[in-house]
């Protein structure tokens, strides 16, 4: 089987400071993994790296394309890339004011990405927007509306159909549930779960929450001071954990 | 050397006509591509039209008839003006006509009358970018130039379609030049789009931004819509009141302050001369009438 993402020794360095190093991983068609790790363990940073945002400085990114199979993306050229990244890929924005168009409506944001791909039908891409709409819970009379309107978790949710709406088949995720109270996380997770699973996606998720990679992710990577120090299988790493930092991660989590 | 010999044609100075010249050549070049030059002071504010006179200034010869519409009129402040500059610092005809002129510039309108292969028509752009109010970065809107990254443009349609039911851009409609570059046609109504692919030149001068774009004759030029919602060059529903003209572009004109309005052609030139040919609406005077 071939992966969708093959990575190969991703390395970036802010000047003499390890942002990560040493990274390899595949990530298969349909498979959720899961980053953690503490604040400035470089999981943004690879993030970054994978999707595009970054260059690192070392290593390959393969992506498996449509039509060209297995394709390193950081040598790639920029168009290229940002077709891609319009259409095979998303990116889920921890703060959802990074990923939304503010001053555009609800049913524009859902549809730009479709426009950006040669959609010119206003009535089918109009359709379009509302079934994605209802997907993620928003109500249809929203459409309409800007996102300035929205409450933090409904913005967050139409940011996420703002990305999907043209079926790709990546999913990068920068701490989607951070910023939301408790109640509204198990609703959005919940749709997440039930989303990356109709459609079969595959995410790559970077989040410091453990209650998140337990419900959403097939395997794990736990990050410390921009290496790598445990892989494996959620439940495996959550509950057996091998390396001292991952215990100490494993531990610090609240019981209530 | 007598005095006025000190003084160069056409005001601006052979090196700055040159560079002009350069840009005006790469935007024929290159259709719909917002070129940048080093856009000088000009005796008057910006906004007034300063980019439009230095492409008129590098492209006027002594032999050339000038002609300036502002608003469609050549009787405003704006026309006036820089009709008077270029009378005083080129001595070139001016005239009103838009059939003898062969240099014209415009702000706001193309003439209802076909321009021809020997004419030019310059046009005064305030803000030259197409998508400066959807995407701030000028960086990243020169990236989806290149890059033919156009969706934004139809997302701003889109939201005219949600908002108002149908396309409500009436003015600075984009269009798509020859399959590659959006363009700003500058602040044109809509109705002046199609009038786009001309047979003369067509070149665009935005003097605060500093860019210069230009339309090669018998160019494609294609306004953006949607499938379903496609372009319409609208105009007010009624005839012109004085030459009863329909097919024009018309100005609304309050005429007293009980709600007494009046629609008439917004091409001062075109509608004078259809009175002239006898035309007459229905609060217009014959035109010999007029005269007496």
């Given at each position: 089987?071939?992966?969708?993402?093959?990575?190969?020794?991703?390395?970036?360095?802010?000047?003499?400071?390890?942002?990560?190093?040493?990274?390899?991983?595949?990530?298969?068609?349909?498979?959720?993994?899961?980053?953690?790790?503490?604040?400035?363990?470089?999981?943004?940073?690879?993030?970054?790296?994978?999707?595009?945002?970054?260059?690192?400085?070392?290593?390959?990114?393969?992506?498996?394309?449509?039509?060209?199979?297995l394709?390193?993306?950081?040598?790639?050229?920029?168009?290229e890339?940002?077709?891609?990244?319009?259409?095979?890929?998303?990116?889920?924005?921890?703060?959802?004011?990074?990923?939304?168009r503010?001053?555009?409506?609800?049913?524009?944001?859902?549809?730009?990405?479709?426009?950006?791909?040669?959609a010119?039908?206003?009535?089918?891409?109009?359709?379009?927007?509302?079934?994605?709409?209802?997907?993620?819970?928003?109500?249809n009379?929203?459409?309409?509306?800007?996102?300035?309107a929205?409450?933090?978790?409904?913005?967050?949710?139409?940011?996420?159909?703002?990305n999907?709406?043209?079926?790709?088949?990546?999913?990068?995720?920068?701490?989607?549930?951070?910023?939301?109270?408790?109640?509204?996380?198990?609703?959005?997770?919940?749709?997440?779960?039930?989303l990356?699973?109709?459609?079969?996606?595959?995410a790559?998720?970077?989040?410091?929450?453990?209650?998140?990679?337990?419900?959403?992710?097939?395997?794990?990577?736990?990050?410390?001071?921009?290496?790598?120090?445990?892989?494996?299988?959620?439940?495996?790493?959550?509950d057996?954990?091998?390396?001292?930092?991952?215990?100490?991660l494993?531990?610090?989590?609240?019981?209530? | 050397?007598?005095?006025?010999?000190?003084?160069?044609?056409?005001?601006?100075?052979e090196?700055?006509?040159?560079?002009?010249?350069?840009?005006?050549?790469?935007?024929?070049?290159?259709?719909?591509?917002?070129?940048?030059?080093?856009?000088?002071?000009?005796?008057?504010?910006?906004?007034?039209?300063?980019?439009?006179?230095?492409?008129?200034?590098?492209?006027?010869?002594?032999?050339?008839?000038f002609k300036?519409?502002?608003?469609?009129?050549?009787?405003?402040?704006?026309?006036?003006?820089?009709?008077?500059?270029?009378?005083?610092?080129?001595?070139?005809?001016?005239?009103?006509?838009?059939?003898?002129?062969?240099?014209?510039?415009?702000?706001?309108?193309?003439?209802?009358?076909?321009?021809?292969?020997?004419?030019?028509?310059v046009?005064?752009?305030?803000?030259?970018?197409?998508?400066?109010?959807?995407?701030?970065?000028?960086?990243e809107?020169?990236?989806m130039?290149?890059?033919?990254?156009?969706?934004?443009?139809?997302?701003?349609?889109?939201?005219?379609?949600?908002?108002?039911?149908s396309?409500?851009?009436?003015?600075?409609?984009?269009?798509?030049?020859?399959?590659?570059?959006?363009?700003?046609?500058?602040?044109?109504?809509?109705?002046?789009n199609?009038?786009?692919?001309?047979?003369?030149?067509?070149?665009?001068?935005?003097?605060r931004?500093?860019?210069?774009?230009?339309?090669?004759?018998?160019?494609?030029?294609?306004?953006?819509?949607?499938d379903?919602?496609?372009?319409?060059?609208?105009?007010?529903?009624?005839?012109?009141?004085?030459?009863?003209?329909?097919?024009?572009?018309?100005?609304?004109?309050?005429?007293?302050?009980?709600?007494?309005?009046?629609?008439?052609?917004?091409?001062?030139?075109?509608?004078a001369?259809?009175?002239?040919?006898?035309?007459?609406?229905?609060?217009?005077?014959?035109?010999?009438?007029?005269?007496?």
């Amino acid at each position: 089987m071939i992966p969708l993402l093959k990575v190969q020794d991703i390395a970036k360095t802010y000047g003499g400071r390890i942002g990560c190093t040493d990274v390899s991983f595949d990530l298969y068609p349909g498979e959720v993994m899961g980053i953690v790790g503490e604040s400035g363990s470089g999981k943004s940073t690879l993030l970054n790296c994978l999707a595009g945002h970054l260059v690192p400085d070392r290593g390959q990114v393969l992506f498996d394309t449509r039509t060209e199979g297995l394709k390193d993306t950081v040598r790639m050229s920029e168009p290229e890339r940002r077709m891609l990244s319009r259409t095979d890929w998303a990116f889920v924005h921890q703060n959802p004011r990074d990923g939304l168009r503010m001053g555009v409506s609800a049913g524009g944001n859902v549809g730009e990405r479709l426009m950006a791909v040669g959609a010119r039908h206003y009535g089918d891409i109009r359709a379009e927007a509302l079934d994605w709409l209802g997907r993620v819970e928003i109500a249809n009379d929203r459409i309409d509306d800007r996102p300035s309107a929205f409450s933090g978790g409904m913005q967050q949710r139409l940011q996420i159909a703002r990305n999907l709406v043209t079926g790709p088949r990546l999913v990068f995720m920068d701490e989607p549930t951070g910023g939301l109270d408790v109640s509204v996380q198990a609703r959005l997770l919940d749709l997440l779960r039930g989303l990356v699973r109709q459609m079969g996606l595959s995410a790559i998720i970077v989040t410091h929450d453990l209650a998140v990679v337990r419900l959403l992710a097939d395997r794990l990577m736990v990050m410390k001071s921009g290496h790598v120090v445990e892989t494996g299988l959620t439940d495996q790493v959550l509950d057996d954990p091998q390396h001292s930092y991952t215990q100490l991660l494993v531990s610090s989590v609240l019981q209530v | 050397m007598t005095e006025t010999g000190q003084y160069n044609f056409a005001y601006l100075d052979e090196k700055t006509k040159r560079m002009i010249r350069r840009a005006l050549l790469k935007g024929l070049a290159i259709p719909g591509y917002q070129v940048p030059f080093a856009s000088r002071e000009m005796p008057m504010p910006y906004g007034w039209g300063t980019g439009g006179v230095q492409v008129s200034a590098a492209c006027l010869t002594p032999d050339d008839s000038f002609k300036v519409i502002d608003q469609g009129a050549d009787d405003t402040t704006n026309a006036v003006s820089i009709r008077k500059f270029f009378q005083r610092t080129a001595g070139v005809d001016v005239t009103e006509h838009t059939g003898e002129a062969t240099v014209i510039q415009t702000r706001h309108r193309i003439p209802e009358e076909p321009l021809r292969e020997d004419q030019i028509l310059v046009y005064q752009v305030p803000i030259p970018e197409p998508l400066r109010f959807l995407e701030p970065r000028e960086t990243e809107t020169r990236k989806m130039h290149s890059l033919e990254e156009y969706g934004l443009m139809h997302v701003k349609l889109y939201e005219d379609i949600a908002r108002h039911g149908s396309i409500a851009t009436s003015y600075a409609y984009p269009v798509k030049v020859e399959g590659r570059y959006v363009m700003d046609p500058s602040p044109i109504p809509k109705f002046d789009n199609p009038k786009l692919e001309m047979a003369a030149i067509q070149l665009f001068g935005a003097g605060r931004e500093q860019r210069i774009y230009a339309v090669p004759p018998y160019t494609k030029v294609v306004s953006l819509d949607f499938d379903d919602y496609p372009f319409e060059a609208s105009k007010a529903d009624h005839p012109c009141a004085l030459c009863a003209a329909t097919h024009t572009y018309l100005d609304e004109v309050i005429i007293d302050d009980a709600g007494g309005r009046m629609f008439v052609c917004s091409d001062t030139d075109y509608c004078a001369k259809r009175r002239a040919e006898g035309h007459t609406g229905t609060m217009g005077t014959p035109m010999n009438e007029d005269a007496a």
